[in-house]
């Protein structure tokens, strides 16, 4: 699985760079290096929202936080892996 997360200039304000690394913690964590490729990008369209994440290419983008990210992690896409 290929998660994007956003650090165009809304995103970055956002704290995407946060984000990532609280991502790429939990992946380590629960082992997923082999599931989850974890890669940064420019804009999704979707600032207002922002930190962007596009999984997988799908329609929708979910809106992180560093202060949801983990549970945002765990609860969308570590589902979308098992």
Do not use: P, W
């Amino acid at each position: 699985m290929i998660l994007k997360v956003c650090i165009g200039s809304a995103c970055h304000i956002k704290g995407s760079y946060d984000v990532i690394k609280i991502i790429s913690k939990v992946i380590e964590e629960e082992g997923l290096e082999k599931e989850v490729e974890l890669k940064a990008c420019f804009c999704l369209n979707n600032c207002t929202d922002g930190v962007s994440v596009d999984i997988e290419g799908e329609e929708k983008i979910y809106s992180f936080s560093r202060e949801n990210a983990e549970k945002q992690f765990k609860e969308i896409v570590k589902e979308k892996i098992l």
